[in-house]
């Protein structure tokens, strides 16, 4: 199957500060990547997706980095807040028609106050 | 009313046991999926269900059957099911190629 992977298991921070999540990704296939943030008790939730085509895109106090040279995915949280406390995970896409996701082992983000 | 929902939240179940877990979706996707979630594992894909049609089954047991009786509604029929089994069982739907959208889940306990 696909591999993608994030480099750090636990990422704690200060409330107010700015969070950076690294994922790595191995099919330089994917033309397709999403970040989603998973609450305890909770379901995967979207937060931002990006593109092959491009190589940035902000969203509400996130952004999404692309490098497709060496098949890194990075997802910016400005201010982290509190409520920002997540598992998060990276997900690509072949784009081929059945739409089958492959999604990384996740990022504990802990928000200190 | 939630896009995506699931039910049982909560089951437990027996190696003998047969039951089955609901998913329906409030959204208007023409595609939905199952996906197991296990402790420190990825989530891992199951079934791919296009317009109610199978298109991805990825290796998983027979003891997991799937039904799609129409777009938004999809099921999980669980039978002689291990105690490896035992994980949190995601739904979720999507518009063609888009984004994935994922029910709350339904976290499964084998004993």
């Known amino acids: 199957g696909e591999s993608v992977g994030l480099h750090l298991p636990t990422l704690s921070v200060q409330e107010g500060d700015n969070s950076i999540i690294n994922c790595a990704y191995s099919?330089?296939?994917?033309?397709?990547f999403i970040w989603y943030k998973q609450e305890s008790g909770k379901g995967p939730q979207f937060i931002i997706d990006?593109?092959?085509?491009?190589d940035k895109r902000q969203g509400q106090r996130v952004t999404v980095l692309l490098n497709k040279t060496v098949k890194h995915l990075s997802l910016q949280i400005a201010a982290t807040q509190p409520g920002d406390s997540a598992v998060y995970f990276c997900?690509?896409?072949?784009?081929?028609?059945?739409?089958?996701?492959?999604f990384g082992s996740g990022t504990k983000l802990n928000v200190k106050p | 009313e939630t896009g995506v929902t699931q039910t049982p939240r909560h089951l437990v179940m027996g190696m003998t046991n047969k039951k089955s877990l609901k998913c329906e979706q409030h959204?208007?996707?023409?595609?939905m999926y199952w996906y197991k979630q296990s402790a420190k594992k990825p989530l891992e894909l199951m079934f791919v269900?296009?317009?109610?049609?199978r298109v991805e089954n990825n290796s998983v047991p027979s003891r997991f059957s799937p039904e799609c009786p129409n777009s938004s509604h999809l099921f999980l029929h669980l039978h002689t099911l291990q105690p490896e089994d035992s994980a949190l069982y995601l739904c979720?739907?999507?518009w063609g190629t888009g984004e994935l959208f994922f029910g709350e889940g339904s976290r499964l306990t084998v004993l």
């Open positions: 990006i593109r092959s085509n491009m």
């Open positions: 099919n330089s296939a994917s033309d397709y």
């Open positions: 979720a739907s999507s």
């Open positions: 269900y296009s317009l109610e049609e």
């Open positions: 997900a690509e896409n072949l784009g081929d028609n059945f739409n089958k996701f492959y």
């Open positions: 959204l208007g996707h023409n595609a």
